[in-house]
Every structure is written in C-alpha cells, then in structure tokens.
C-alpha cells in the first residue's frame, strides 16, 4: 500500500496518473469534508477530483474504492437505526440540508 498526498483540486491527469505509477488498486479517500460552504468549494474539491480518479482507474482497469462522508446520504422516510446502504441506492427520499 502507497499513501500518495496531495491536492487533488489542483492536479491534472497526467500529474495524477504520475503519481500513481504501479498502481492497481485505489482507494479514494480524499474530500473537502466539512458540512458546510459555497457549492464550487465541493464541486472543486470532491466533485472533479473523484471524477478524474473514476476516469483514471477505469481508463487503466484498476479497481476504485471511494469513501465519502457521511453526510453525503441522509435518514429517509422508514429507516430504522441501522441501515445499510448499497450503491444503487443513490435517491432514497432523505431529509438532509448539506452541500453533498
């Protein structure tokens, strides 16, 4: 396992692409995560970002692990204390006042 730092809101492809040299595997864990701020704030900082890795690894047929906070879902309508969440599950009615 490699731990490449950085600002993923100011680095093109190619310089991503650099620094993940042998890389097969990712695992994206980097995000602006506080609850709040301007929307371009997310959209530069996770938004573009995420989607330049998603590009990234399917472009070289790596496999892709992404992270997020957990205020990118909210509660919605029925759920019980424990919920579990699957990635088809994208839209499930929540009730939540954040950026993500």
């Known amino acids: 396992m ?6 993923l809101g100011t680095l093109d492809a190619d310089e991503l692409a650099a620094a993940t040299g042998g890389v097969r595997e990712l695992i994206h864990a980097a995000a602006e995560v506080r609850h709040y701020g301007p929307d371009d704030r997310y959209a530069t900082n996770n938004v573009a970002p995420t989607s330049l890795l998603a590009r990234l690894a399917l472009d070289r047929g790596w496999r892709m692990a992404h992270m997020s906070t957990l205020s990118a ?7 019980g204390p424990l919920v579990t969440l699957r990635e088809e599950d994208f839209d499930r009615g929540e009730n939540f006042d954040s950026p993500y």
């Open 2 to 7: 490699r731990i490449v730092e950085g600002d």
């Open 73 to 79: 879902v909210g509660p919605a309508p029925g759920d």
